[in-house]
């Protein structure tokens, strides 16, 4: 706008842009927009009123008036249309509220059973093919079911390496799931194959592959003529199965596992089973520490005092027993190195299962 060329059309003009854009607005938006380019002091109409003051003084009065005039239309124009604006948002939430049948839907959460749940359904159901029926013993033992019918005597020093939270009344929080077996030999006559999975507590102090409440899986056969290559035979056909039905890369024959002697008081000859690192499959890695080989269980051929004691004849029965860590399992099937996380109770966690 030129300061010479002011004149009456041009406030007409401005008028008439100013009214044509106000109505077009269509959101609150573009209606502030509208306001700030018009009203502001230094929009259109604050710019016309700077240059007022050049007019001579006659033309100055009269075109001043018109000016305001426009000014006070506008602004109740805008007043008017943001109002307006603001009544159809409130609308539009009042149509949310409305069953809208297209929209898709929201899918309740389902829950579902903790891995090692899963895991110990997976462990029983194979050894059920193998013929070998399922325990459930009790997690608050008597010492003599815990140690002294396994032969683990008072006095023995492999009592203090079960770190037992012991109760009132000579009574203990199971360390080990093994008293189940003389519980169950004392009410079958062999030939008999058991499992017997559950929970079992140690004073253990938490760390990542160490917790006070962990889950065993024990299991025992007796029979005639079993010996340790019986063993060899099932507990390879057990990791056979159990790997290759997730990992496709373990244990297609027995040579998969390796038994190293060890000691244990309720069997004798023992061994600690080492299965062949699911992981580099033997050459070697960081989860077998270089070595190909993973430590999974305990076992041996049990003592004929555990037979004796469990009202079995040592003299016509032979057997053999071994105890598996669940959570170590679970730790290598699922390749997880932290135990924790397994008791967390995170559902970020769990719900990969
Ligand atoms: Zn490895």
Partial sequence: MKKDAMQDSDLE????EASQEVDNAGNQAELLFVRKKYLDKDGVLGEFFKLLGKLPKEERG????????IKKELTAAVEKKLAELGKTVVDNKGKRDFFDPTLPGICPKVGH???FTLLEREITEIFGTMGFEIMESR??????YNFDALNIPADHPARDAFDTLFLEGGLCLRPHTSPGQVRYMESHQPPLRIIIPGRCFRRDAVDASHMPNFYQVE?????KDVSAANFKAVIGEFFKR??????GAVAENTDNIRLRPSFFPFTEPSFEVDLRCVNCAGKGCSACKGTGWMEVMGAGMVHPNVLKNSGVNPDLWRGFAFGAGLDRLAMIKYKINDIRLFYGGDQRFLNQF
């Fill in 62 to 69: 009269r075109m001043g008036v018109a000016a305001n005039e």
């Fill in 113 to 115: 059973l903790h891995p």
């Fill in 242 to 247: 159990f790997f290759h039905r997730s990992e």
């Fill in 13 to 16: 003009k401005i008028k008439n």
């Fill in 219 to 223: 299991g025992l056969m007796v029979d």
């Fill in 139 to 144: 997690e608050i033992e008597t010492e003599w």
